[in-house]
């Protein structure tokens, strides 16, 4: 990894932990180990966005996040994520999402959040996997799932999640992020082919919601209806972040040599396979579906 992507990491890393407070140019050229005027330079070439850009529509994502989870004051929001007025941030607010945040708090509908995804992981997009140098342990949970929904953006080829992103986009994450799930967050899915429109992908993302969910479907998204099911879950040991493709393949490697008839059970390709978000303070999760043997 350059030491220009290093020190935008650096940058990113330090407004992910003093976001709520102000955060000067100074201070982000301190943490990238250059000059003000080239630190700036080099994140918005990364990442697309001024520091203030980028800042401020992180606030604004996490802001949204809260109105929608908590019985929370607009302005206890604002001052809480460093905005200097509560008119100040209301006004952005509409500015990036087209509506006001009480009207949001009141009735919560999807919304494109910003997802900051850390540059060093742009390098590691394209780096083959290879198999970790030793075995690590696995963890085994059986989860009862409910009948449900899913909410699904579909692709046209994909089968993993870096051709999805070429397809769809990653922005799609932001979207489903805003989004209540029944597990709590967004999910990839591989769908089985009853589950597939012809010329889209086997692998989705989206988010679980209530068989008699009746709320806003996305634009471009597709409802599929779920069966209560089974699965077992995977779960590795938490990894360190630019680790994570070895962690994903090693979890892999022991799903596909599990036999799940050793507790009783089959596989069940009917259901879809589902993969959480890889983060390397919990391990990386998968969940297959089975049935009684």
Not at 45 to 72: H, M, N
Not at 230 to 236: G, I, K, R, V
Request: hydrophobic share 40%; proline share 6%.
């Amino acid at each position: 990894m350059n030491d220009k992507t290093l020190a935008v990491q650096r940058m990113q890393d330090y407004i992910a932990c003093h976001l709520a407070e102000t955060v000067t140019l100074a201070e982000l050229a301190e943490a990238a180990r250059f000059s003000p005027w080239y630190a700036a330079r080099i994140f918005k070439e990364l990442t697309g966005f001024a520091p203030a850009d980028y800042i401020r529509r992180l606030r604004l994502s996490k802001s949204a996040l809260r109105l929608r989870d908590e019985q929370v004051k607009v302005i206890d929001v604002a001052e809480s994520l460093g905005f200097e007025s509560v008119d100040g941030y209301q006004r952005a607010f509409l500015r990036e999402f087209g509506r006001n945040p009480k009207e949001y708090a009141l009735h919560p509908v999807p919304l494109p959040l910003f997802t900051a995804y850390g540059v060093k992981f742009r390098e590691l997009w394209k780096k083959e996997c290879t198999n970790m140098a030793n075995e690590k342990s696995v963890f085994l949970q059986i989860i009862e799932k409910p009948a449900r929904k899913a909410l699904i953006k579909r692709g046209v080829k994909a089968a993993e999640y870096w051709s999805y992103c070429q397809e769809v986009g990653c922005d799609v994450w932001g979207v489903l992020t805003s989004m209540k799930s029944l597990c709590g967050e967004p999910v990839c899915l591989w769908l089985p082919k009853a589950y597939r429109k012809p010329g889209t992908s086997e692998y989705v993302q989206g988010v679980e919601v209530p068989s008699d969910y009746a709320g806003p479907v996305p634009e471009g998204f597709d409802t599929i209806d779920l069966p209560a099911a089974t699965y077992l879950m995977f779960q590795s040991e938490p990894f360190a972040e630019e680790d994570y493709c070895e962690a994903i393949e090693a979890l892999q490697a022991s799903m596909d040599k599990y036999d799940p008839s050793v507790i009783g059970y089959r596989w069940d390709d009917a259901n879809p396979r589902i993969q959480l978000e890889p983060r390397g303070e919990r391990g990386y999760i998968e969940l297959k579906a089975v049935q009684k043997a």
